[in-house]
């Protein structure tokens, strides 16, 4: 079977600090959009909230207490959004991330980081297998194909597929991290895996309509939320 060409552009969206329920509400709102946009997303964003996020099937007994949070759409532990540099990659059903399935995915993207945390002069390594512990916070729970520095876990992700594509919502937790710099390494680093050139880019109205109206109907709602 002939490989699958890579798209044309990226999209390269950089949004300023928004609070929890909307950042999650974009993510989705790409991801239901995708296919009429076509082109893959990589898209990176600020937290105007000292919040943490709870993976899709986890229990909101995890959150530590009288802090916001608010529950993804995808999967994977808790995320303190404090310090983090947060990233997410979309792409539609016919893409080759889309493609590879989860667990290759992962570790291609991860690869990627990795090697833009090099650049910036860290150590970094892919995990080789997951971690034993039983802690439900992502950080403290390296799974196999995390960005790691010796035992300290700098990266993990979750993902969620459907028929219409994959999102990928990653994390990225280092100390003054100079997210200035980090911008142009991670692009230069996961461009060969998403496209053969990039744009920037900026949500248009169909897809800021679509966030809105799921900011309000779904991650700002007690029932999303307490779930579980």
Not at 12 to 23: A, K, L, R, T, V
Not at 28 to 51: C, H, M
Not at 105 to 134: F, P, Q
């Amino acid at each position: 079977m002939d490989p699958i060409p890579l798209a044309t552009r990226l999209r390269f969206i950089q949004h300023p600090e928004q609070c929890s329920f909307y950042n999650m509400a974009v993510d989705e709102a790409l991801l239901r959009l995708i296919n009429e946009k076509e082109k893959p997303i990589l898209r990176v964003y600020g937290w105007s909230d000292p919040a943490v996020s709870i993976g899709y099937f986890q229990k909101m007994d995890d959150v530590p207490e009288g802090r916001p949070f608010v529950r993804r759409f995808t999967g994977g532990g808790l995320v303190d959004h404090t310090n983090d540099y947060t990233y997410s990659i979309i792409v539609p059903q016919q893409h080759p991330i889309y493609q590879m399935g989860t667990s290759k995915s992962y570790a291609k993207i991860h690869e990627s980081i990795s090697h833009a945390l090099v650049d910036l002069g860290l150590s970094a390594a892919l995990a080789e297998e997951c971690s034993t512990g039983d802690s439900n916070a992502c950080f403290e729970k390296p799974v196999r194909y995390d960005v790691m520095q010796g035992e300290s876990k700098l990266a993990g992700a979750a993902q969620r597929r459907n028929r219409l594509g994959c999102l990928h919502q990653g994390s990225i937790l280092v100390p003054n991290l100079d997210h200035g710099k980090m911008n142009p390494a991670l692009l230069r680093h996961l461009l060969p895996l998403l496209a053969q050139d990039w744009e920037e880019s900026s949500l248009d109205s169909q897809e800021r309509t679509k966030a809105e109206k799921l900011t309000q109907q779904r991650y700002s709602t007690y029932i999303w939320n307490h779930q579980r």
